[in-house]
């Protein structure tokens, strides 16, 4: 196709280019590389236009044809959705499902979409699910992997996935974009005939920004009066002319809630002075779990100044329009996998070098700005130039699954960007194997091949598996579905004690498992008496529970129970036995147990829950989580629904168990050793002494077994025991 065609189709489609966007700029040549190559990698910078023109670029080289779709994912699902109505909006089409809708979107729980629409924005997640479905991907002519900087899971997996698609679809075309791109690394790892892939590199429409550095004058300056500080810096600055709100970011949604509430003190006082209109603000916050109607708040105009309170979604996924000033806390809240201990660490940490720059960029993007950065040019100069992807943080188990799933090549010759060690795959395939899911052969089990379709964590997975055979299907889909989505209680900085007493009432003094089920069957009453939405949200609140996750626990719920549904599995019509439904929990969480450590003599009874230890598998030793239910009366053996290291190791959402179920669990794990063979003369034969480990911890010991049995070297041993102890010493 020559570049009038490509003019020519853009025309006929009523396709425009604002000019103001730098993409604009080389729209028809990006076009013309998207003909002649399979793969296209565009690295633009914050405010370059990428992400909404591409799209379109795609259209005019005349793909989207003949009845397929052009994929576009985003990391998150509020980006998504945002991106889809803009580009909804600039191609004059409405938004959705409908026939004449050229933009649809399609995230967890909703799709609005439909079969040929020509522009479908996703979730990677919602891609890699498809893949699962149709692993040719056939629906899709283009695919455009945005935001690929963030070197997620998903996105990693994609990017691999594609890598084997694109020989067999010579029709398939594959563009990468991404605000801060390794690009050589990804040319090359896209190469055709030993040519790297072509890199368009678009600058970005941004204004000189001015960097402030505010580092803390000691370690005991508190993050949260130091990040008050520089917002109220930002304010003062500002001179009345030019975009003048604040956009702060910020590790998680603790820090934006402590730092609300130090700002609704601020503004009070401010106003009771009687200051003047730059110092009367409006403060929202931002973050990935936000109600909808909350994060559509961040892009309505309005008269008075803002603050965004935002975590790393905003450095690149969304952009906050209006924004003049920014304050970087130069922290976030990472999750991190120890391959060691089997445990996941989630703790703040310092962003890389690349993630700092898009932060500052989001002040230059309608005029000069400031960055008021409150760490020190010399810690910056010391941090990595990129962030780890997350693939080398992660536990690879459902990766692993995912593949085996999709009969893609072993994991060491799969074509990831950034390969994990060998190392990370060995923990990955022995997770697998302590779950049931890998048979003798190294192939997927009945179980493994369930737990790959169930849109569930592996562990979870074999949990809803080994409910079905013990009775208690019912409840187990209430629980899992609990575990996947992020705690609905709530617990306000200012009102801990009053939220601790209204989740009493679903304690349970031996499982917080079955709190779950006791909140479940709580908000299942709300939503059949409720009289309309506000008023449920209010008792909600009321109750110290989040609205918005407890509809998110509904929905995954309906997910399940829809699965449940279409496997022709039959719900428990009466009440699942305690015991049997904690023995179906225990097959998902075999590394997750432990045993109490009593301190010697009378020390054990004085212990605060805090000081008391448990051994754990993988030789960790762990606390109870200090909010747990079962912290004052904490009981011997027990597992847990996650460990997760934060000041120190904490075992959260536990409940009580009995080693002999572990025994029954974990029998392909537990590893058998033998001593102190002896006659006894009431027995009338050789008796040893058998000791139980999983992972190292012990399970049970010294268990009498007779000798001649374990074995025909044993049986040899025992004879000769049997003489010397039994005849000759006439016993």
């Known amino acids: 196709a020559s570049q009038a065609s490509i003019l020519e189709r853009a025309q006929v489609l009523g396709l425009e280019f604002s000019e103001e966007l730098p993409i604009a700029r080389a729209w028809q040549e990006i076009a013309q590389a998207l003909l002649d190559h399979p793969v296209l990698i565009v690295c633009g910078e914050t405010g370059s236009g990428k992400t909404t023109q591409i799209p379109k670029i795609a259209l005019a080289a005349g793909r989207a044809a003949k009845g397929r779709t052009i994929a576009h994912t985003q990391p998150r699902r509020i980006a998504a959705t945002s991106v889809a109505r803009r580009?909804?909006?600039?191609?004059?089409?409405?938004?959705?499902?409908?026939?004449?809708?050229?933009?649809?979107?399609?995230?967890?729980?909703?799709?609005?979409?439909?079969?040929?629409?020509?522009?479908?924005?996703?979730?990677?997640?919602?891609?890699?699910?498809?893949?699962?479905?149709?692993?040719?991907?056939?629906?899709?002519?283009?695919?455009?992997?945005?935001?690929?900087?963030?070197?997620?899971?998903?996105?990693?997996?994609?990017?691999?996935?594609?890598?084997?698609?694109?020989?067999?679809?010579?029709?398939l075309k594959l563009v990468i974009t991404s605000a801060t791109l390794e690009a050589a690394k990804f040319a090359k790892h896209f190469a055709t005939n030993g040519k790297p892939a072509p890199v368009f590199e678009v600058s970005g429409r941004l204004f000189p920004v001015e960097m402030r550095w505010r580092p803390a004058a000691d370690d005991r300056e508190d993050l949260i009066d130091r990040v008050v500080g520089g917002i109220e810096e930002a304010l003062d600055d500002w001179r009345g002319t030019g975009p003048g709100d604040v956009l702060v970011f910020l590790p998680g949604e603790r820090e934006i809630r402590a730092v609300a509430d130090a700002l609704s003190d601020l503004r009070a006082a401010?106003?009771?002075?009687?200051?003047?209109?730059?110092?009367?603000?409006?403060?929202?916050?931002?973050?990935?779990?936000?109600?909808?109607?909350?994060?559509?708040?961040?892009?309505?105009?309005?008269?008075?100044?803002?603050?965004?309170?935002?975590?790393?979604?905003?450095?690149?996924?969304?952009?906050?329009?209006?924004?003049?000033?920014?304050?970087?806390?130069?922290?976030?809240?990472?999750?991190?996998?120890?391959?060691?201990?089997?445990?996941?660490?989630?703790?703040?940490?310092?962003?890389?070098?690349?993630?700092?720059?898009?932060?500052?960029?989001?002040?230059?993007?309608?005029?000069?700005?400031?960055?008021?950065?409150?760490?020190?040019?010399?810690?910056?100069a010391g941090r990595p130039a990129h962030p780890d992807p997350e693939i080398h943080r992660s536990s690879l188990a459902a990766v692993l699954l995912r593949m085996k799933f999709l009969g893609l090549l072993d994991v060491e010759h799969f074509a990831f960007v950034d390969p994990p060690s060998k190392r990370a795959i060995a923990d990955g395939i022995a997770q697998l194997k302590e779950l049931g899911a890998i048979d003798s052969g190294g192939g997927l089990s009945e179980i493994g091949r369930q737990m790959a379709e169930l849109p569930l964590?592996?562990?979870?997975?074999?949990?809803?598996?080994?409910?079905?055979?013990n009775g208690c299907l019912r409840e187990m889909m209430v629980i899992v579905a609990a575990l996947s989505i992020q705690d609905p209680r709530e617990r306000p900085l200012d009102?801990?004690?009053?939220?601790?007493?209204?989740?009493?009432?679903?304690?349970?003094?031996?499982?917080?498992?079955?709190?779950?089920?006791?909140?479940?069957?709580?908000?299942?009453?709300?939503?059949?008496?409720?009289?309309?939405?506000?008023?449920?949200?209010?008792?909600?609140?009321?109750?110290?529970?989040?609205?918005l996750r407890v509809r998110e626990w509904r929905d995954v719920h309906r997910q399940v129970h829809d699965w449940v549904l279409a496997q022709g599995w039959k719900e428990n019509e009466r009440e699942a036995d305690d015991l049997r439904l904690h023995q179906a929990i225990l097959t998902g969480l075999l590394s997750n147990i432990g045993v109490r450590m009593d301190a010697p003599g009378d020390q054990g009874a004085n212990m605060s829950a805090r000081d008391r230890l448990w051994q754990g598998t993988h030789e960790v030793k762990f606390a109870i989580w200090p909010g747990?239910?079962?912290?004052?009366?904490?009981?011997?053996?027990?597992?847990?629904?996650?460990?997760?290291?934060?000041?120190?190791?904490?075992?959260?959402?536990?409940?009580?168990?009995?080693?002999?179920?572990?025994?029954?669990?974990?029998?392909?794990?537990?590893k058998l050793s033998h001593s102190e063979p002896h006659w006894e003369k009431k027995a009338g034969r050789v008796i040893g002494y058998s000791r139980g480990t999983l992972y190292g911890l012990t399970i049970f010991q010294r268990r009498r077994v007779s000798w001649a049995q374990l074995g025909p070297q044993q049986a040899i041993e025992a004879r000769e025991i049997m003489i010397r102890e039994g005849l000759v010493a006439q016993e």
């Open 270 to 380: 401010a106003l009771s002075r009687r200051a003047s209109p730059a110092r009367d603000w409006d403060v929202l916050p931002l973050y990935g779990r936000l109600a909808q109607g909350d994060q559509e708040r961040i892009f309505q105009s309005t008269n008075r100044r803002r603050v965004v309170l935002a975590t790393n979604i905003a450095e690149t996924s969304l952009t906050v329009p209006g924004i003049g000033y920014v304050v970087d806390t130069g922290l976030a809240r990472v999750k991190r996998y120890r391959i060691r201990g089997k445990v996941e660490q989630l703790q703040i940490e310092p962003i890389s070098q690349a993630q700092a720059a898009q932060r500052a960029g989001r002040a230059g993007r309608l005029a000069a700005g400031v960055c008021i950065r409150l760490f020190s040019e010399a810690d910056f």
């Open 457 to 469: 964590d592996p562990r979870l997975g074999r949990m809803l598996i080994a409910a079905r055979g």
């Open 87 to 171: 580009i909804a909006q600039e191609l004059g089409s409405p938004l959705g499902e409908g026939p004449d809708a050229k933009v649809g979107y399609k995230i967890r729980f909703n799709d609005r979409s439909r079969p040929g629409i020509p522009i479908k924005l996703m979730t990677d997640g919602i891609l890699l699910a498809e893949s699962q479905a149709d692993p040719m991907l056939g629906q899709y002519d283009t695919i455009i992997i945005d935001e690929a900087h963030e070197r997620s899971l998903n996105i990693d997996f994609l990017l691999g996935h594609l890598h084997g698609l694109l020989q067999r679809r010579s029709d």
């Open 495 to 547: 009102q801990q004690q009053s939220a601790d007493q209204s989740h009493r009432r679903f304690a349970d003094e031996r499982s917080e498992f079955k709190s779950w089920l006791m909140l479940w069957s709580f908000t299942d009453l709300a939503f059949a008496e409720k009289a309309s939405n506000r008023g449920l949200d209010k008792s909600f609140k009321a109750a110290f529970l989040s609205p």
């Open 628 to 670: 747990s239910h079962l912290a004052k009366k904490p009981p011997r053996w027990l597992m847990a629904a996650e460990q997760v290291e934060t000041s120190r190791l904490f075992a959260r959402t536990i409940a009580a168990i009995e080693p002999e179920w572990v025994e029954a669990a974990a029998s392909h794990l537990i």
